[in-house]
């Protein structure tokens, strides 16, 4: 076990590793944050802490659950809207409540109470997975048609994390609708939390400018992988249909699991598909991951009455009784091809892979190299995707599930929010995301029953017997590995088997990451953080991106202002109204104007956007909406 000093000064002196340029390694020099209540917090650096790290320092007393909550919500409030503007947070909880929470989890530590080995350590949810009114935070997919709305209970798996001693500290951003609103939707955007930046600089000279690019986080869990990356919190929860928690993992240095579809209760979590989506966790380290996933996947005695129940899953760190199936890692040929990487960086990244190939061989680990993957052909049934019917159908009956488990909303059905939309569109519908042609898709989807069947039997046939199923058998391997981002996700996802990922480096010209991606078969997730926890006691420490405040994009005083539609919208407002130069009356007048959406902006920012576009505003002049509105 750990001693406390040589715990501080890992946390505070981290060794990222040789993986990383000369310009993307650090070592820290935080300094004590002092809150905006004046209150000490214990040293500590929110961006490399680990939660078994705090754990520890949890009981030696070095610091307090108040204390981890208060240096990450600095954090949040430094970079989540300001500053570096990663948007990966929707909305944290009531500071008040969120202390509140903090003190209570702090005395039963002090009366010698543990919940559990996450006992008063912070995570953050994405946001389609429903939190109880109690907790002071929406549920809204990333849509306005659901800000406001109020769910019925608390989501079991959010019961599980809390009986576990678990504090949601927020609601991560995502991919509106998990991805399925329109093909021209950047991963990472919704329209109530905008677009989700890596915390992972990517950079270049271009005509004596600095130009920032290639940090695209991937995923519609992609709020969940940078609030941990960026040390908003230490653990995360996303959910998954083909890649979407693993991809955003993977292109933030971290460890996470997709368990088994079916093996985590899905409840009050909006999902596309019944078929092939999970809930799962996000790490900074395998240790954690394990204890998260095991939250995530046991029942607790309130499910299923006063029953003893045992933890399922250990940390492993020897890599003895596994047996590797390592894949040809072909897939950067394809990203040389999109334009992505250059041959200097697919060189250095298939040298990192191969060289855990190595490592591992001459350690005597059972490793079998090359497997090759069928080709992601093999998913298509007559030329088409073989995913996309599924989608498209239990798409519906999945938003109809997620909407009745809320006891007040605005919109009842798909053609409601479709509705909703059309009628904000400035709010809903911007230039980053114009249109909603996926769900008319789905509104309009006539697949019929036996489309979608005979799509899925190919797809768990594809995916499965004659895909994994094969090499498992064939090579009589556990578990079969891949880079991160390789077909090997698809091919878990339709035969509905888990998938995880471990960091493996980053590369040199911009700090991406990359990782490993795994599989194994059904209901073996203890294989797979059998793995993850050894190459974590194996290999260098993940890379890490620079200090948030390091980087020179926005003042970190300076507040993000509205997207460009409503700066517009202001704007034209302004000019063709009467407000008699009253910031406040026209904030007044949107803020009535977007009710139902719930969205809000206030009468200093309405004054800010309008100063700054050279018209002549005030604060606190008299009213003149009724004006406004007779014009």
């Given at each position: 076990?750990?001693?406390?000093?040589?715990?501080?000064?890992?946390?505070?002196?981290?060794?990222?590793?040789?993986?990383?340029?000369?310009?993307?390694?650090?070592?820290?020099?935080?300094?004590?944050?002092?809150?905006?209540?004046?209150?000490?917090?214990?040293?500590?650096?929110?961006?490399?802490?680990?939660?078994?790290?705090?754990?520890?320092?949890?009981?030696?007393?070095?610091?307090?659950?108040?204390?981890?909550?208060?240096?990450?919500?600095?954090?949040?409030?430094?970079?989540?809207?300001?500053?570096?503007?990663?948007?990966?947070?929707?909305?944290?909880?009531?500071?008040?409540?969120?202390?509140?929470?903090?003190?209570?989890?702090?005395?039963?530590?002090a009366h010698g109470r543990l919940r559990g080995p996450l006992h008063g350590i912070p995570i953050v949810l994405k946001d389609n997975i429903m939190t109880d009114q109690s907790l002071g935070m929406d549920t809204t997919v990333g849509s306005y048609a659901f800000v406001g709305c109020v769910p019925k209970k608390n989501?079991?798996?959010?019961?599980?994390?809390?009986?576990?001693?678990?504090?949601?500290?927020?609601?991560?951003?995502?991919?509106?609708?998990?991805?399925?609103?329109?093909?021209?939707?950047?991963p990472g955007w919704s329209a109530v939390g905008g677009q989700t930046r890596s915390p992972y600089v990517a950079r270049h000279i271009a005509k004596k400018k600095l130009h920032w690019e290639l940090s695209a986080p991937g995923g519609s869990s992609t709020g969940s992988a940078v609030s941990v990356a960026a040390g908003?919190?230490?653990?995360?929860?996303?959910?998954?249909?083909?890649?979407?928690?693993i991809t955003p993992a993977n292109r933030a240095a971290l460890y996470a699991l997709k368990p088994t579809v079916g093996e985590v209760p899905m409840d009050g979590v909006f999902t596309l598909s019944k078929t092939f989506d999970a809930a799962g966790g996000m790490a900074k380290s395998a240790k954690d991951l394990v204890?998260?996933?095991?939250?995530?996947?046991?029942?607790?005695?309130?499910?299923?009455?006063?029953?003893?129940?045992?933890?399922?899953?250990?940390?492993?760190?020897?890599?003895?009784?596994?047996?590797?199936?390592?894949?040809?890692?072909?897939?950067?040929?394809?990203?040389?091809?999109?334009?992505?990487?250059?041959?200097?960086?697919?060189?250095?990244?298939?040298?990192?892979?191969?060289?855990?190939?190595?490592?591992?061989?001459?350690?005597?680990?059972?490793?079998?190299?090359?497997?090759?993957?069928?080709?992601?052909?093999?998913?298509?049934?007559?030329?088409?995707?073989?995913?996309?019917?599924?989608?498209?159908?239990?798409?519906?009956?999945?938003?109809?599930?997620?909407?009745?488990?809320?006891?007040?909303?605005?919109?009842?059905?798909?053609?409601?929010?479709?509705?909703?939309?059309?009628?904000?569109?400035?709010?809903?519908?911007?230039?980053?995301?114009?249109?909603?042609?996926?769900?008319?898709?789905?509104?309009?989807?006539?697949?019929?029953?036996?489309?979608?069947?005979?799509?899925?039997?190919?797809?768990?046939?594809?995916?499965?017997?004659?895909?994994?199923?094969?090499?498992?058998?064939?090579?009589?391997?556990?578990?079969?590995?891949?880079?991160?981002?390789?077909?090997?996700?698809?091919?878990?996802?339709?035969?509905?088997?888990?998938?995880?990922?471990?960091?493996?480096?980053?590369?040199?010209?911009?700090?991406?990451?990359?990782?490993?991606?795994?599989?194994?078969?059904?209901?073996?997730?203890?294989?797979?953080?059998?793995?993850?926890?050894?190459?974590?006691?194996?290999?260098?420490?993940?890379?890490?991106?620079?200090?948030?405040?390091?980087?020179?994009?926005?003042?970190?005083?300076?507040?993000?202002?509205?997207?460009?539609?409503?700066?517009?919208?202001?704007?034209?407002?302004?000019?063709?109204?009467?407000?008699?130069?009253?910031?406040?009356?026209?904030?007044?007048?949107?803020?009535?104007?977007?009710?139902?959406?719930?969205?809000?902006?206030?009468?200093?920012?309405?004054?800010?956007?309008?100063?700054?576009?050279?018209?002549?505003?005030?604060?606190?002049?008299?009213?003149?909406?009724?004006?406004?509105?007779?014009?």
């Amino acid at each position: 076990m750990y001693g406390p000093i040589r715990l501080l000064k890992n946390i505070l002196t981290p060794n990222i590793g040789s993986e990383l340029p000369k310009n993307l390694t650090y070592e820290s020099k935080r300094k004590s944050f002092t809150s905006s209540n004046d209150m000490s917090i214990s040293e500590f650096d929110p961006l490399v802490a680990t939660a078994w790290e705090l754990q520890e320092m949890l009981s030696e007393n070095i610091l307090t659950s108040v204390e981890i909550v208060e240096t990450y919500l600095s954090q949040i409030e430094q970079h989540n809207r300001r500053g570096r503007q990663l948007r990966a947070l929707i909305s944290v909880a009531p500071r008040h409540e969120l202390l509140k929470i903090a003190r209570q989890l702090d005395d039963e530590r002090a009366h010698g109470r543990l919940r559990g080995p996450l006992h008063g350590i912070p995570i953050v949810l994405k946001d389609n997975i429903m939190t109880d009114q109690s907790l002071g935070m929406d549920t809204t997919v990333g849509s306005y048609a659901f800000v406001g709305c109020v769910p019925k209970k608390n989501a079991t798996i959010v019961d599980r994390l809390i009986r576990k001693g678990m504090i949601i500290l927020g609601k991560a951003n995502l991919t509106e609708f998990c991805g399925l609103k329109t093909p021209l939707m950047p991963p990472g955007w919704s329209a109530v939390g905008g677009q989700t930046r890596s915390p992972y600089v990517a950079r270049h000279i271009a005509k004596k400018k600095l130009h920032w690019e290639l940090s695209a986080p991937g995923g519609s869990s992609t709020g969940s992988a940078v609030s941990v990356a960026a040390g908003f919190s230490t653990l995360g929860v996303g959910t998954d249909t083909i890649g979407s928690l693993i991809t955003p993992a993977n292109r933030a240095a971290l460890y996470a699991l997709k368990p088994t579809v079916g093996e985590v209760p899905m409840d009050g979590v909006f999902t596309l598909s019944k078929t092939f989506d999970a809930a799962g966790g996000m790490a900074k380290s395998a240790k954690d991951l394990v204890h998260l996933i095991d939250a995530l996947m046991l029942p607790s005695r309130h499910e299923y009455g006063t029953r003893t129940i045992s933890h399922y899953f250990k940390v492993k760190e020897d890599w003895g009784g596994l047996r590797i199936g390592f894949t040809e890692p072909t897939i950067w040929r394809s990203w040389m091809k999109s334009g992505r990487i250059n041959a200097d960086a697919e060189k250095f990244m298939r040298g990192k892979y191969e060289s855990v190939v190595n490592t591992l061989i001459e350690m005597g680990v059972d490793v079998v190299y090359p497997v090759e993957l069928p080709a992601p052909s093999s998913l298509n049934l007559n030329g088409r995707n073989s995913f996309e019917p599924i989608v498209y159908q239990e798409f519906k009956e999945r938003l109809a599930e997620f909407i009745n488990h809320f006891d007040q909303t605005k919109v009842h059905s798909l053609a409601e929010i479709i509705n909703f939309n059309l009628e904000h569109p400035e709010l809903t519908l911007p230039p980053s995301s114009p249109n909603q042609d996926d769900l008319m898709a789905a509104l309009q989807s006539g697949a019929l029953k036996d489309q979608v069947r005979a799509a899925r039997s190919h797809l768990q046939h594809a995916g499965g017997r004659e895909g994994l199923d094969r090499l498992f058998e064939e090579h009589q391997v556990d578990i079969i590995a891949a880079p991160g981002d390789t077909a090997l996700s698809s091919l878990a996802a339709a035969a509905g088997y888990p998938t995880a990922v471990a960091p493996l480096g980053a590369l040199k010209l911009n700090g991406q990451p990359f990782g490993i991606i795994l599989t194994s078969p059904p209901h073996t997730e203890h294989i797979l953080l059998h793995f993850l926890t050894a190459y974590e006691a194996t290999f260098p420490p993940r890379a890490l991106p620079l200090p948030l405040s390091s980087v020179p994009l926005q003042s970190p005083d300076e507040e993000l202002l509205p997207d460009r539609p409503i700066i517009d919208l202001i704007l034209h407002e302004w000019d063709t109204r009467r407000f008699s130069c009253s910031a406040d009356a026209l904030a007044d007048w949107l803020n009535a104007r977007w009710k139902k959406s719930g969205y809000v902006l206030s009468a200093e920012t309405v004054c800010e956007v309008l100063r700054s576009n050279g018209r002549v505003a005030f604060r606190g002049l008299g009213d003149d909406a009724e004006g406004a509105f007779s014009r």
